[in-house]
């Protein structure tokens, strides 16, 4: 990247001819090979996204499975084995290989069409980050299968989880599959930073992103700080386990809270990371419903870091009950209640939205508007484990389970499932039957509110979280059978969401370019959009560049002529604040590297767990061989000098 | 609908002190979700239109009015709560966290796999024992519990006296309760700790002072001698099977793998809290511990008849 292009780019209109152009430059080749080499964005999003999807249906039949033992008192339709497993397996499915690639996915598709380039900045590193979720996703559950999987819970403390307490593979198969998840999502973050800051559309400055590039982005930096601690913290964990390092064990001088640390330092920006790209997607696709700009912009994005940041200061209040000091405590406890003013930004702004707009009530508008009551009651259980002394009577009972699915399901399933209704067009060029659609809401919206809002009470009743049996003389049972009613009818919702796709995927409405008349950029294009995405780099002059001429401002943006990059694959780079262009860029062709490095990734970790070291070292020949092919300088990328020249 | 673990009502001054609180911040978090629920149910139901694509693209976009005063107005408005709620917070976290400057009673409290371990500790050393899953305290009294981590994490929890806190091992948390009418309070384990952290039950009792100084000097008496023949067999079998994992004190079983049994024929429940206890409940518990909690350490003794009911005989003496 060190020596400057000199060409200058051509600027032209867009044309016919063109468009064949950069179609043979940017079209994949198709077939299996095309499959598994594939760096499209789109392909890579909606990989993603399907993805996440297979994992969410798996991690809504452990529950479902789970809701059935505990519709009454004493049950044994499993062993507690059995529960342990399905509820550690639960956990681990919906907050890792759910609720974040599912976000990876949207983001993936759509931050080039919104941001009017052709592909993320590293499209290779792109499809790599998703080679290696499916993989790792697949190791976990072959631990899972095999009846090895995680049995500590998603937070996994040690001891327990440590070898005399937990003698099988199950820690073995979660540690490692984290470690390997944890490369996915390093990745993923990278590419998103660089991504936003340098593949903008020329005049898309910093005030111009959409909010869901804000959520994105801000998630995307709390990663690569944090996912590091994580994936250490299970390394450590591995490595107590298979060659007697100390790191958690008392008597070698190591402490278990070392654990609790190393995991909520990741683990609660982490629940910031899944939820703010979604509340990103309520900020960018509310307004479309509500046929008016979002109020209050800028507090909006700049809450969207301020709740990260305050995010990184609240880990502690997952450890209220482990002992540690109380002036420590409160500082935690307060920064924990503090957190709720940036988190309330969003709420009142979506609210004014809709209150000073015309809304519309479509499916996608339903549930982004219904997001909004779910997150406030998310929130305010958040703000009552807050307090310290509140905290040691809410903490590790049924209130903190429907606390956090209200912020899971809330905050990230229902604007999810929003999105669907309203990108789904823009992938498939189809629209999704609107009246299929208030089923869909409206079964999910009920079932979701009858599973979890009696939850709070069982929990201020005192049932603790965790447990596979309860006994008839706590006060639990009919509440237990109430939310189990609601969880069997919020995923009968979430069927309807399939069916809806399956009839639509061939048959629905053809969709428009812009079927919702919606202002951001990947809308201005086909639906589904081309390979190479715009035919000419947009110009942007606004925030909303489709809406132009209906709102008061006079900037225009151009969408119809610009820079023409047809000599190769190519798009612009531009300047990381004010978006000017600054070198054009060139795209790598599709490639088996990835793939290849994944495969050589897995064999390591595949040898680790089956302690077959030879497998190991063997498969780090086949990454060295995929990293060598793919780091290979090539001129078409400018990685080498023209040998004349 | 009785719920007697439910901590919205309390028993116990520390849990007392938190009542309020929780009440205040119950109270302040429905309020908002009505009005967020109200105002939005307004905002909606002023809807221009209802159906899909055709229908949006119908209403003409506009700039509005700017809004922005509500994002100020609800920070402003929601502020003066979250400032009562911090300021309650560390007034409350002040007066319960530390350990109590006088307590007339301290135990040593140990989570197990699965089951807890209660020890009176007392300067005079024939004046410290130990026993098991039942914690009897005197009303009025302040008492302070040393917690400890014998294996894994678990969390000693008496919803109606004091809230959680984890027993660690490697280190020694503090809590403390002070019960403020007779009665016996529940506390399941709350830090999940493997196969049966369902159930891992204590129970505090609460009694009078007297009730309690009887029932203390009770349990420093040692193990009640065999009466008969049969009795004599049970004990037998008692000390050399039994005995390997369990201590009576006054007998020859003295191992510390299990629960103390000194006096077990006197407590309210088996197995933490599993089972209540009776002779046919100990009988089924000896015979078959891993059918009635799965996983637990406590080996099936498959003991044939008669030593079985001599057993059974011979511990219900140690009342």
Known sequence: MKSPDLRAPITGPDSVAHQARLFELWEGKGGISGFFSSVDHKQIGIRYIVTAFVFLVLGGLEALLMRLQLAGPDKALLTPEQYNELFSTHGMTMIFLYASPVLSGFSNYLWPLLLGSRDMAFPRLNAFGYWVYLASGIFLYVGFLTGNGANDGWFNYVPYASRPYNPGLNEDFYSLGMVFLGISTTVGAANFIVTAFRTRAPGMSIDRLPILVWGTLTASVANLVVVPAVSLAFLMLWMDRQFGTQFFNTAGGGAPLLWQHLFWLFGHPWVYAIVLPAMGMVSDGLPVFCRRPLVGYSLVAVSTVATMILGFGVWVHHMFATGLPGIGMSFFSAASIAITVPSAVGVFAWLATIRFGKPVITTAFLFFSSMIILFVIGGVSGFMTASVPVDWQLTDTYFVVAHLHYVLIGINVFPVVGAIYFWFPKMRGRMLDEKLGRWNFWIMFIGFNLAFLPMHLTGLMGMPRRVYTYAPDMGWTTLNLITTIGSFVFALGVLLLFVNIVKSWARGKPASANPWDAPTLEWSVPSPPPPYNFGVIPRVASRHPLWEGRLPSNERSIIDQGMLLDVGKETIGTSALDAEPDMILEMPEDSLAPVLLTLGLAGVFCGLIMKVWLLSAASVLVIAVALVWWLWPRRSLREREPAHG | ?319
């Open chain 2, 1 to 319: 609908m009785s719920a007697p673990l439910s901590y919205l009502t309390s028993a116990g001054l520390r849990a007392h002190a938190i009542v309020p609180l929780t009440w205040y911040m119950l109270s302040v978090s429905i309020l908002v979700c009505l009005i967020i629920a109200w105002v939005l149910w307004r905002a909606v139901s002023a809807a221009r239109a209802n159906g899909g694509d055709e229908e949006t693209r119908s209403v003409p976009v506009e700039e509005g009015p700017s809004g922005a005063h509500w994002i100020r107005n609800g920070l402003l408005m929601s502020a003066l709560p979250l400032l009562v709620a911090l300021v309650w917070t560390m007034a409350t976290l002040a007066s319960v966290s530390g350990p109590p400057a006088h307590s007339g009673l301290t135990l040593e409290v140990t989570g197990h796999q699965w089951w807890w371990e209660v020890t009176y500790v007392s300067d005079r050393p024939d004046e410290i024992f130990t026993t098991a899953n039942e914690i009897h305290v005197p009303v009025g009294e302040r008492v302070l519990v040393k917690l400890h981590g014998a294996d894994v994490i678990h969390s000693f929890w008496v919803p109606k006296l004091t809230g959680k806190t984890d027993t660690i091992p490697g280190q020694t948390n503090l809590s403390w309760l002070e019960a403020e009418a007779p009665g016996v309070y529940g506390g399941p384990c709350t830090e999940y700790c493997g196969e049966q952290h369902a159930h891992m039950m204590v129970q505090v009792v609460a009694q009078s002072p007297a009730e309690f100084e009887q029932w203390r000097q009770h349990q420093l008496q040692p193990a009640a001698a065999p009466t008969d023949a049969a009795t004599r067999h049970g004990a037998a079998v008692v000390e050399y099977r039994c005995g390997l994992c369990h201590q009576i004190r006054g007998t020859n079983a003295g191992a510390h793998y299990g629960p103390d049994l000194s006096h077990i024929a006197g407590r309210r429940s088996l197995a933490a809290g599993l089972l209540p206890n009776n002779a046919g409940t100990m009988a089924a518990w000896i015979e078959n511990a891993h059918g009635l909690k799965p996983g637990n350490l406590m080996p099936n003794q498959n003991l044939a008849g008669e030593d079985l009911t001599d057993v059974i005989g011979y511990l219900e003496l140690q009342q």
